[in-house]
């Protein structure tokens, strides 16, 4: 879970450590299926937003892929959005 409210705390979801591979991917999805959130390379932290507005509260699901030429090699999960 983060909690991005601008209080300069656990603002943004970070992934540390993935810096380590070369091209990674990371897919971030809202309640519906619809990606909210893409990156392929160097990571940029998710910040709750999408196209600069402030995603609700809820439930997201994320992909994370470090090797993108295998897609058969994925981590993914859900993750919790707190204002």
């Given at each position: 879970?983060?909690?991005?409210?601008?209080?300069?705390?656990?603002?943004?979801?970070?992934?540390?450590?993935?810096?380590?591979?070369?091209?990674?991917?990371?897919?971030?999805?809202?309640?519906?299926?619809?990606?909210?959130?893409?990156?392929?390379?160097?990571?940029?932290?998710?910040?709750?937003?999408?196209?600069?507005?402030?995603?609700?509260?809820?439930m997201?699901?994320?992909?994370?892929?470090?090797?993108?030429?295998?897609p058969d090699?994925?981590?993914?999960?859900?993750?919790?959005?707190?204002?």
């Amino acid at each position: 879970a983060f909690t991005p409210n601008g209080d300069s705390n656990n603002d943004t979801w970070e992934l540390n450590g993935l810096d380590v591979y070369p091209n990674p991917e990371v897919q971030i999805f809202n309640r519906w299926g619809n990606m909210i959130f893409y990156s392929k390379g160097t990571y940029s932290p998710f910040d709750g937003t999408d196209n600069g507005k402030h995603l609700p509260e809820g439930m997201y699901v994320y992909k994370i892929n470090p090797f993108p030429d295998r897609p058969d090699f994925q981590y993914k999960g859900t993750f919790m959005l707190f204002r």
